[in-house]
């Protein structure tokens, strides 16, 4: 075995210059993939847990330069899922097998604080053997406190990049870096699992950015981890850079898998749609969980984060069964479990 691989399975950790070596070259690939889906089996198996993607309101109030549904995007048709309609995509999710529904939306205060906690005691009380999970962007601690006691399990909330200079190149002047650490840290401390992550490739990233999000998730010990390569979208400033690169985010999933070999790590659309068979490598590398959308057809083209995003067309039960095919291909088997973390 490569003498580097070793030291990272063995000590979970890295010095920056060896941990640079690995992103960038791709001589290790193999083999690092390889070690990284033997820690996965050895703490997961062959399972795979399905969560249900609930994309409930396009409306945001934030400018992110990268992101395809930012405040200032004219051309995107807003809507909004009420609570009846997200109600009845649990309903046909919980059908299908799924123990665990994301809703995730753009920060849109037409939902207030209590609005969100009436939605999440009602699917806690339908289906009390399922988690909750929301991705809903940067609140105060009495709300994270607040939507955690009405029933929410999860929180994923993306760092996005632990580098302070590129955090304000690529987001707006009111949004902060530190205050996104905050809000991990207070959800940390309310007891929800939390998931944080980074795009692959966002313009001005670097090899330090990278080692930057490597040493913050060291620091926060999150219980899942998203990453996924950055991808343009033609509405937005950042429409003429390169998307990320596909293979370096591979070895990104297959590194963290062995830094954290308990973690919860998806391979994600954004992964999906820079290659046909982007998940199917994805778990192959590490990753352990996918993400079927729930959100009702009419609206998915809408939620549109990035150019050409896939999954856009199906219904949900064809979107979970063209999934369950994928992750048997690739040699792993999708559960009807809640999935939480095995720490
Ligand atoms: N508003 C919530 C938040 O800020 O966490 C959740 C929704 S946000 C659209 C979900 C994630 O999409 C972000 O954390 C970001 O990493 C990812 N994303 C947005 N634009 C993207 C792009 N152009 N390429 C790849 N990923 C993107
Ligand atoms: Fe708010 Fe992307 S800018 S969800």
């Known amino acids: 075995m490569n003498h580097l691989l070793e030291i990272l399975r063995n000590n979970r950790d890295l010095p920056d210059d060896d941990f640079k070596i690995i992103i960038e070259e791709e001589q290790y690939e193999e083999e690092l993939f390889s070690i990284a889906d033997s820690v996965r089996r050895q703490h997961y198996g062959v399972d795979v847990y399905i969560r249900g993607l609930i994309e409930f309101t396009n409306y945001c109030k934030n400018n992110c330069l990268y992101c395809g549904i930012r405040r200032d995007n004219q051309h995107v048709k807003r809507y909004r899922l009420d609570k009846n309609e997200i109600l009845a995509c649990c309903k046909q999710g919980y059908e299908l097998g799924f ?47 607040a939507w955690f006691d009405a029933g929410a399990d999860r929180y994923l909330l993306r760092h996005e990049t632990a580098n302070e200079e ?22 940390k401390e309310i007891g929800y699992q939390v998931g944080s992550g980074f795009m692959v490739g966002s313009p001005f990233q670097t090899i330090d950015c990278l080692i930057e999000d490597i040493r913050f998730l060291q620091e926060l010990q999150p219980d899942m981890i998203g990453i996924g390569p950055f991808l343009s979208h033609k509405q937005t400033p950042f429409h003429s850079f390169p998307n990320g690169d596909f293979h370096k985010c591979l070895r990104l999933i297959a590194i963290l898998r062995l830094i954290f070999p308990y973690s919860l790590i998806p391979a994600t659309t954004a992964l999906g749609t820079i290659n046909t068979q982007g998940r199917e490598m994805g778990l192959k590398a590490g990753a352990n969980i996918v993400m079927p959308n729930l959100s009702p057809v009419k609206f998915r083209k809408q939620y549109e984060l990035y150019d050409n995003k896939i999954c856009t067309n199906e219904e949900a039960a064809e979107c979970k069964s063209c999934l369950e095919k994928r992750v048997q291909s690739a040699g792993y088997r999708i559960v009807t479990d809640v999935g939480h973390v095995r720490r």
């Open 99 to 145: 123990r665990t529904f994301v809703l995730q939306g753009g920060e849109d205060n037409y939902f207030t604080d209590e609005m969100i906690s009436e939605i999440i005691t009602e699917i806690k009380s339908l289906y009390s053997d399922c988690a909750v999970t929301l991705s809903i962007g940067e609140r105060t601690k009495e709300t994270y406190k």
């Open 166 to 187: 590129h955090y304000k190149k690529i987001h707006p002047e009111c949004l902060r870096l530190k205050n996104r650490k905050k809000c991990l840290w207070d959800l």
